[in-house]
T-cell receptor, first 117, second 109 residues
């Protein structure tokens, strides 16, 4: 079975540009979450979507947005890129939104490495 | 999510057991304890989770203190492939995971 797939794996942008990152969850998983991991730190939560609705948002500016499609894949968009947006962007999928249980397990993709020059 | 505290780094020798500690003194009665690990150049990988009882799976064992204020991830025989950053997370409901800085495990051959 395919795991969580993300694209592109690496990309380089310049300040002020826009970027779109894509994620395909594990088949049957309806929840997708996005995390940002700056070098040397643990991942930080950005968004969670379940059944195409936003279910959670972390402490990130409005330049960050996301959406989930009917096939449960997802896009993360970042506008007006800053140098500080350089990071590994991780997508994770799970079967449920997890609202009913803290036992919900997430499966992560390998990430998209964004470098902003 | 409950705040967790882990050592920054630990070292082990290959084929020896490894005990990775985690303190979570503010954990609530319904928070699960999750462990994920992150190998170099990969996304985090689920290892194990538990609520009150000790848990075993093919990857590791999780020993949870009776008062639930601490737990220990046990790798029974460390291999070089186990070298990674290990994250302990006190997980409330919802899909948000709050990662700390984790423990960097080095396995010596």
């Amino acid at each position: 079975d395919a795991g969580v797939t993300q694209s592109p794996t690496h990309l380089i942008k310049t300040r002020g540009q826009h970027v779109t990152l894509r994620c395909s969850p594990i088949s049957g998983h309806k929840s997708v979450s996005w995390y940002q991991q700056v070098l040397g730190q643990g991942p930080q939560f950005i968004f969670q979507y379940y059944e195409k609705e936003e279910r959670g948002r972390g402490n990130f500016p409005d330049r960050f947005s996301a959406r989930q499609f009917p096939n449960y894949s997802s896009e993360l968009n970042v506008n007006a890129l800053l140098l500080g947006d350089s990071a590994l962007y991780l997508c994770a999928s799970s079967l449920t939104s997890g609202h009913l249980s803290g036992a919900n397990v997430l499966t992560f993709g390998a990430g998209s490495r964004l470098t902003v020059l | 999510d409950a705040k967790t505290t882990q050592p920054n780094s630990m070292e082990s020798n290959e084929e020896e057991p490894v005990h990775l500690p985690c303190n979570h003194s503010t954990i609530s009665g319904t928070d699960y304890i999750h462990w994920y690990r992150q190998l170099p150049s990969q996304g985090p990988e689920y290892v194990i989770h538990g609520l009150t009882s000790n848990v075993n799976n093919r990857m590791a064992s999780l020993a949870i203190a009776e008062d639930r204020k601490s737990s220990t991830l046990i790798l029974h025989r460390a291999t070089l492939r186990d070298a990674a950053v290990y994250y302990c997370i006190g997980r409330t409901s919802g899909s948000r995971l709050t990662f700390g800085e984790g423990t960097q495990l080095t396995v010596n051959p």
